[in-house]
């Protein structure tokens, strides 16, 4: 597949970008396990499916979501929040697979970050024209754990802001297989994804899905 082509060969560490004092770019570091990624999330988004969350402000949100882990994020007019119960089913949300804890864990420590064990992913799911606005990941309780984005399918524009909404924003891609930490000094970064440009991947389609590995709880 021509994204494997752009994967570091195995054994070989990830080429990692330092951006700022707290986020680093690891270039295709998910991407030999694209595949069984996938597998995953299509057996989470059976017992959990991806839906689009309405913001407190009354908002359809385009991105569709989902989580697994002990903590799933959830929205809705009362606002902002994890839960250990997702809202559609009444149940827990689906476990978070042993290997995507150990891979976060495995990222955020090449970042810097060492001994990260997330307790919540949240799955996000764009298509074509989706994007996602300006924000802080604050719903969070102890901001000293890093976020772990990974991202597969699509590539999607992300803008890297400052800590007041105000700030210059940098523009990166984000490409299958990458893996984007930021924490420290940078974990209330703003950012945001730029609508979608159009496209198919060779593995996911017409989409792009970004996993967000936090410590929520
Ligand atoms: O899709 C992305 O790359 C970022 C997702 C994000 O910022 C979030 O879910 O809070
Ligand atoms: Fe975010």
């Not at 069984?36 to 969350?53: E, V, Y």
């Not at 799911?125 to 000293?144: A, I, M, N």
């Not at 924490?183 to 996911?204: E, K, N, T, W």
């Amino acid at each position: 597949m021509m994204d494997d082509l752009f994967a570091p060969p195995p054994g070989e560490e990830p080429h990692a970008e330092r951006l700022a004092a707290g986020t680093v770019l690891l270039h295709g570091m998910a991407a030999p396990l694209a595949a069984a990624l996938l597998a995953d999330i299509q057996r989470i988004a059976a017992q959990a499916p991806f839906r689009h969350m309405v913001t407190p402000g009354g908002y359809r949100m385009g991105v569709a979501t989902t989580s697994c882990g002990t903590l799933g994020w959830v929205s809705d007019h009362h606002g902002y929040r994890y839960s250990r119960i997702d809202p559609g089913s009444g149940q827990p949300w689906p476990a978070m697979p042993d290997s995507w804890r150990a891979l976060a864990g495995d990222a955020a420590n090449r970042a810097g970050f060492a001994g990260f064990v997330p307790d919540a992913c949240l799955i996000n799911r764009y298509v074509p024209g989706c994007k996602l606005s300006l924000h802080q990941d604050k719903d969070e309780r102890d901001f000293s754990a890093p976020i772990v984005s990974l991202s597969l399918g699509l590539p999607a524009v992300f803008e890297l802001g400052g800590l007041r909404r105000s700030a210059r924003c940098a523009r990166l891609t984000l490409r299958h297989g990458d893996i984007l930490v930021w924490g420290g000094p940078d974990r209330l970064r703003y950012h945001g994804v730029l609508p979608l440009a159009g496209g198919s991947h060779p593995l996911l389609g017409e989409c792009r899905i970004n996993l967000t590995f936090r410590l929520a709880g």
